[in-house]
């Protein structure tokens, strides 16, 4: 009978290596950069229909929507 004390001394072993597994979680890549913002002289300055401050906005939305990051900052209690 003493086989069965010898048998109850792996689970322990494996339980643990089962501990171990449960603590990784699988690892997500890091959101791409978002949008580039332009450059001051990369605006023309005559009022174009489709402004590149226009592209970068609509961007930087989709952006922001996509990978959830709220433009005002971090903490939303700390909005005014």
């Not at 494996?14 to 990369?42: I, V």
């Not at 996509?66 to 005014?80: A, M, R």
Request: glycine share 10%.
């Amino acid at each position: 009978m003493s086989t069965g004390g010898a048998a109850s001394s792996q689970p322990p072993t494996a339980t643990a290596a089962k501990d171990g597994g449960r603590d990784e979680q699988p690892k997500r890549s890091p959101p791409p950069p978002p949008p580039e913002k332009p450059l001051p002289d990369d605006c023309c300055g005559s009022g174009c229909v489709r402004c590149v401050w226009d592209i970068y906005y609509d961007e930087l939305e989709a952006y922001n929507k996509l990978y959830k990051i709220d433009g005002s900052g971090s903490d939303p209690s700390k909005s005014s």
